[in-house]
């Protein structure tokens, strides 16, 4: 009978003879993955040292309903929903 570290090669083989095909997309996957996870390491240790950039405010002004212009395509909000 087979032994435990016989049985542990044989199962490396057939994983590797399987997962042939599927090995260029898990390594890229892989690499996604560790490019989201370090990117979103950098933002947090940024945001704890307080030198993240600081958020772009843009400044509106309140228009009061039915004085507003529609822009072309859009319906008007009091427009009905069918012609």
């Known amino acids: 009978m ?5 049985l542990a090669i044989i199962l ?5 003879v ?11 996957s892989a690499g996604k993955a560790a490019r989201i ?3 979103e390491a950098r933002a947090a240790k940024d945001e704890e040292a307080g030198t993240a950039p600081a958020p772009k ?3 509106g002004e ?11 395509g859009a319906r008007a909000a009091d427009a ?3 012609p």
């Open 2 to 6: 087979f032994g435990l570290s016989e």
């Open 12 to 16: 490396v083989v057939v994983i590797a």
């Open 18 to 28: 399987i997962g042939v095909k599927k090995l260029p997309e898990l390594t890229r």
């Open 37 to 39: 996870l370090k990117a």
């Open 57 to 59: 405010v843009v400044r």
């Open 62 to 72: 309140v228009v009061p309903p039915g004085t507003g212009t529609t822009p072309p």
């Open 80 to 82: 009905p929903d069918h």
